[in-house]
């Protein structure tokens, strides 16, 4: 063997070694991981040149190819925040090629399963489920049960993000019960966290929440404080969602706590976003602004693109309800940059339905109309049935607002049809209110009063404190047009003892309104 080679194998093997040990330092947390972070980057270049030099020899040096099946996961949390997906990919095609290479069929079963997981992020759901399910069969054939499981769940959250939800408690279930007869609590609280996401998906928040008690439970046994600060802020995403802001706060700030002490840098970012979301529902909208400044700071910082451009469409969407048109463009145009520049199409989708409803803002509903119905295309073309039921519902206010009242129920229908569909409560109900505001300006109020009853029934059924004062201010406005006033106003009262409740600043306009019709 030439000295070169000798060398250039040194070289690959030492920062495969290097990689391992960035990757064990930022887990640990701390202070130090911005510090850990930077160094990382002074090496990234030897990295790289390390795994593609073993990628080139892995058909011809067992070595090599060891070592180009060990490159991915050496540093698997840093390298999903430096690589770019198509990075990620080579990588894995490279290792699984090795695998191959070596017959290392446990190896190839993994490598699959987190090229599915990036497809899935990318929004490619029948790519993500041919490379998971080969992964799962690989699994099955080498008797690796705890793969088999691990696999079982990147299904079963497949099938929930798709609107597939037999389909994926089915699979999740399957999870948790092989964990549980391996005795891995670890595996355990992980597939009760999945079944928790799979029924928040659907809206069906109480079941969620108790799936999140549970895993909350292990993790605490355990003594797995990121466990438990990644539970608390899914706990108060979807109390968010119920409308229990306080409940929500006290939630994520469990989460900021424990991922500031941990040094967790995306627990802190999760929880930084959510506590903005927090401050705007409650009225503070400064605050909501400082939280998410202050969080796209640290993404941009830390080099994590993808959750920088969520954080800028959220920051947009609050600049816009404050009327800072100017700021809330810049945001999505951002937004829209870095999806285009990393070729993602959900991000590209997620900035479509931001300028959509920016320009619902500004009146300008014909332009808002187009934005949404781009959005479709791309739901469409990822295969995403949540965000086309979403884009669907707007496309159908937008067209409202322009006066065409009977393409907003089409449009509305459709978006019933889908949440009914992949079994989403939470999406029918914002359907079926729409159907009702719809019925309401066609000035046919036979046929919106059913649709705001619908609304409060599927709002109480999934405990929507939000969504039961918003039906019940329907029903108001129902009354208001039909000289109603006395029925009205009693309605209002009830409206705004729920607003109170949750501590929704409607609640001011709801006294406005109480007082106009005194």
Known sequence: MSSVRVAQQKHSQYYETVLRQYHRLYRTGGNDVIIVLKQFDLDWLNMQVGQKWDANKAKSDRRAAILCCYYPDAGAMILNMRQTPNQRIEWLNAAISSADFLDDKPSKSNHLGNLGLIYSERGDTNLAENYFSEALLLARDNGNSKQEASQLGNLGMLFAQSGRFEQAIFHLEKCYEIMVSLGNLHGQANALGNLGLAYDSVGNFEEALKAYSQTLKLFDEMGDLYGQAHVHGEIGSVLIKKGRYQEAQSSVEKQLNLSSQLGDQSGINMALNNLAIVYVRLGNLDKGIEYLQKNIEMDRELGIQRSEANGLGNLGNVFARVGKLEQAFAAYERQISIGQELNDKAIVRDSYSNFGNFYLRKNDFDLALDYFQKALGLDKELGDAYGEEGDTCNAGTASRLRGELNKAVEF?????????????????????????????????????????????????????VKGQ???????????????????????????LVLYKQIGDPDAEKIERALNSLK
């Open 469 to 495: 004062a918003d039906a019940i201010r329907n029903q108001a406005s129902l009354d208001i047009k039909t000289n109603n006033a006395e029925r009205a106003i009693e309605r209002l009262k009830n409206a």
């Open 412 to 464: 509305h229908l459709k978006a019933l049809e889908i949440a009914q569909n992949i079994g989403d409560e939470y999406g029918e109900g914002s359907a079926i209110s729409n159907l009702g505001s719809d019925y309401l300006a066609l000035g046919d109020v036979e046929k919106a009063g059913p649709y705001f009853e619908k609304y409060h029934e599927i709002s109480v059924r999934i405990g929507d």
